[in-house]
């Protein structure tokens, strides 16, 4: 257990090309999303959030959201990491995200879990948690869903500052919907 947490914490997969596309709305029109098209998975999300490929943190993608003013010092993002796990093959994903639970509670400073349940999504199921905790001088909420497939731990989270996360809700459930793996 303790070489499985290791490698979900330490161990990711390297970043993989990806597309990304943006299309342009009509006057008057809700912006068309821009899509992340990678080769394991699809998200959609909004085009004036700014996109970072660069491996940051191990991670396949960052998007931030715009700064709200000009003394806001946070901002709002999402990511996706990719864990390696072909050393357990045919590990459960129960198991999977309790070590990733737990990493949760032993790493984030004040971490309260507020919800930690499997949720079902047609043939697959994911988990979901969401939890809040400080980070710095930060109070931050986050939701993260988790999925295994094809030998590989998924993790896609969003992180808002506690205050503001109720707002970005709609926008959360709407990105987390878009995700497809292939």
């Known amino acids: 257990m303790k070489k499985l947490l290791f490698l979900l914490l330490a161990s990711c997969l390297p970043v993989l090309a990806t597309a990304q596309t943006v299309?342009?709305?009509?006057?008057?029109?809700?912006?068309?999303?821009?899509?992340?098209?990678?080769?394991?998975?699809?998200?959609?999300?909004?085009?004036?959030?700014?996109?970072?490929q660069t491996g940051l943190f191990g991670s396949s993608f960052f998007l931030y959201a715009p700064l709200e003013a000009r003394n806001d010092t946070f901002r709002e993002n999402f990511n996706l990491i990719i864990n390696d796990l072909s050393e357990f093959p045919g590990i459960?994903?129960?198991?999977?995200?309790?070590?990733?639970r737990q990493q949760i509670v032993g790493?984030?400073?004040d971490a309260t879990i507020l919800e930690f349940k499997e949720m079902p999504d047609g043939?697959?199921?994911?988990?979901?948690?969401?939890?809040?905790?400080?980070?710095?001088?930060?109070?931050?909420?986050?939701?993260?869903?988790?999925?295994?497939?094809?030998?590989?731990?998924y993790v896609l989270t969003f992180t808002a500052e506690?205050?503001?996360?109720?707002?970005?809700?709609?926008?959360?459930?709407?990105?987390?919907?878009?995700?497809?793996?292939?």
């Open 23 to 52: 299309i342009s709305a009509g006057a008057g029109e809700k912006p068309v999303w821009a899509t992340i098209a990678d080769p394991e998975f699809t998200l959609r999300y909004p085009p004036d959030w700014a996109l970072d």
């Open 92 to 100: 459960p994903l129960a198991e999977v995200a309790e070590g990733a």
């Open 107 to 109: 790493m984030i400073n």
């Open 123 to 153: 043939f697959d199921k994911y988990y979901q948690i969401e939890y809040t905790g400080t980070q710095g001088k930060f109070k931050l909420h986050w939701r993260q869903h988790y999925w295994l497939a094809h030998n590989h731990f």
């Open 162 to 182: 506690e205050t503001d996360y109720k707002r970005y809700l709609p926008l959360v459930e709407e990105v987390f919907g878009s995700f497809f793996l292939k």
